[in-house]
């Protein structure tokens, strides 16, 4: 009885983060990982403040948005601790209010986006860290290059002095059983690997971005190191009320 008053009073957030922290656990104990290798973002696009607050009274300090200005809104409201994720498509008129905001970029999917990364950083003298994305399964209506560009694009941005390529991000399909993704974070890994044995100079191999709340566990036995995770802590996302 007291157990299922304290379980109901428990805030859903919470529980959903304590959750997916254990799944997470339990995945990497599978493949043989170190929990702390992999990190939770915690997708927070369309959410209140209010609920970034409590996701951050649980101890997360990964957050992702996919929208420049509610970025840089909630960056605006939420404590300076918090390490900001840009995960969504980013248009080259908006760099400059990110730039000096984001811990990551995830989504740099073309020369020009880079090149206009790399004015806006070198203005406040930052160096930027970011992930090329890939569209793996090619699907159509996704954004990120090729899996046989993302060598060449590697290659470009590490001559720019003010950003620092630190891996790779991939969206995969929308699936009802998660094990459909796998061939996909096998070839995100792959094309992981093959850019590390290029040792090209100014690339950091260091982060696979793959994984959401339908398939973050094969991620996590792919190999990788960011997991993104909204639905999965915040709950389903209403666009019609935003
Ligand atoms: C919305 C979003 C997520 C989170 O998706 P869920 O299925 O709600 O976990 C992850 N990555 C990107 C790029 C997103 O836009």
Redesign the pocket.
């Known amino acids: 009885m007291i157990m299922n008053l304290y379980t109901n009073n428990m805030s859903e957030i919470k529980k959903n983060i304590e959750n997916v922290r254990s799944r997470m656990a339990e995945a990497c104990e599978k493949s043989g990982r170190a929990a702390e290798d992999v990190r939770l ?1 915690a ?1 927070s ?1 369309t959410k209140p403040v209010s609920a970034l607050q409590e996701a951050y009274e649980c101890g997360c300090r990964d957050f ?1 948005e ?1 929208k420049v200005q509610e970025l840089v809104e909630k960056y605006e409201a939420l404590p300076k601790d918090i390490r900001w994720h840009m ?2 498509h980013l248009q080259r008129n908006k760099v400059k209010y990110i730039v000096d905001k984001v811990y990551l970029i ?2 740099v999917d073309s020369l020009r986006l880079a090149q206009e990364i790399e004015k806006e950083a070198a203005k406040i003298e930052k160096t930027v860290n970011i992930l090329i994305e890939v569209n793996v399964a090619a699907e159509e209506s996704k954004f990120g290059v090729a899996a046989e560009e993302a060598l060449a694009l590697a290659e470009e941005i590490a001559k720019m002095p003010h950003i620092r390529v630190k891996g790779l ?1 991939t ?1 995969a399909p ?1 699936v009802e059983d998660a094990e459909e993704n796998r061939q996909y974070f096998e070839k995100l890994k792959k094309i992981y690997v093959d850019i590390i044995h290029k040792n090209i100079d100014n690339v950091f191999m260091e982060e696979l ?1 793959m994984g ?3 398939d ?1 566990e094969v991620a996590i036995s792919e190999g990788a190191t960011c997991i ?7 709950g ?2 209403n666009y019609g009320s935003i």
């Open positions: 973002i997708v696009k992702g996919n995960i969504g995830h989504s991000m969206i929308y971005s959401m709340t339908g973050y993104r995770v909204g639905t999965g802590i915040f389903e996302r």
